[in-house]
């Protein structure tokens, strides 16, 4: 941990009075960073602003754990600032509250022109992400996990501690004796990073508790890599996306690791800070919508946005949902505007409203996922005579601003299959039933 201080103090370029924010939450790993930057404040004079968030999600402790960092400020006369997040505007939690923290730093940094941020991602967090984005599938660039120095606009985003393991934040802990938050939610099952954490890292580490550094080097070559990529991609970008509108003859000339590169770009350009949202799944979708006979077609993707093809041209189109309309023709994988996706899977030992198995002889192909219209009644599985879709919405108390986006399954007749995660209808079968096709809501 000392070779963090000595780092920051010889690596980067700051002087002295310059104004630098630190995210902490009051955890371990943002306590012992912090620490550190105090140290670094001491050293060279600079204005310190600590910032932290309070996600307000309900769970216990996140007001007390607010307070502890305002003291701790006060103690140690450290400009504080803090937020609350009021709401939530999707179903995609992580990623809303992760674009809400980010934008918040950046605010920060502009009230107090700051020319750093620092976070407390370790060595830990690094194979955390990098072993689940290779189980989720991701860019080349998202296997790297994240870099140590992200240059921004106007600043940059430093991640000190990118080498330093979970193990040793504890013993620099204890041995300046310092106190720290304890975030329950971290131990429990249900998140895919615990599962991570406390069951397959600790197994990597077991073959070579000096594994973070490979991990390390990984991340680092992944990046080098994709650099040098981006550069050739950055060269025919503008010939082969003119306009933002892909010309698909000149696509079609390429490799296909470049044609993969061209698509990420234009993506990119889209989503911005929500390339979290973006599965290796998406980008192959818009591939075959490339490659496909057909000369038009569309795919609805993350974030309201559209992949359509008119004949020689694919473009990407964010759709105004305003009016809560939509009309999605179902494939092997898509997300929905509520921020949900269906899926077409294999088997599901599952017979939730989460999963539908359906036989293609009793439907009319194509499905398609719709929002709701007025007068929608389906024809609900064990009940006699059609019940109506909104009397469904209030007998399970779904609020009323996500009724309108919640999505329907239809068959090319109009038939209400499905309601997801809700209700299914005459058309589902059981476990034992035989079924070619199972849908998945999640």
Known sequence: MDNVYQDLLERLNIKYG?????????GPDSMALLHILIRLKKALDLQLIVAHVN??????GQFEEQEFVKNYCKKNSLIFETMIIEEYGDDNFHNEARSIRYNYFNSLVKKYHAKYVFTAHHADDLIETILMRIVRGSTLKGYSGFSKTVKMNNYYIIRPLINVTKNEIYKYLDKHKLKYMQDQSNTKDIYTRNRFR???VPEFKKEDKMVHEK?????????EYNDYIDKLVTKKYKKIVPDNILNIEEYLKEEHLIQTKIIYAM???NYQDDLMLLKDKHCELIHNLILSKKASGKIHLPNNIQAIKSYNNLQLIKLDIKDNIYEIQIEQYMNLPNGKNIEMIKNSKNDGNDICRLNSNDIKLPLYVRNRHDGDKMTVKGMLGRKKIA??????KIPIKERDLWPIVCDSDDNIIWLPGLKKSKFCREKDEKCDIILKYY
């Open 18 to 26: 310059d104004s630098v924010v630190v995210g902490v939450s009051g």
């Open 55 to 60: 996600h307000n999600t309900g769970r216990k």
């Open 198 to 200: 406390k069951y397959i």
């Open 215 to 223: 991990f390390y080097k990984f991340s680092k070559t992944l990046l």
């Open 267 to 269: 993506l990119e350009k």
């Open 391 to 396: 009397d469904i919405f209030i007998d399970k």
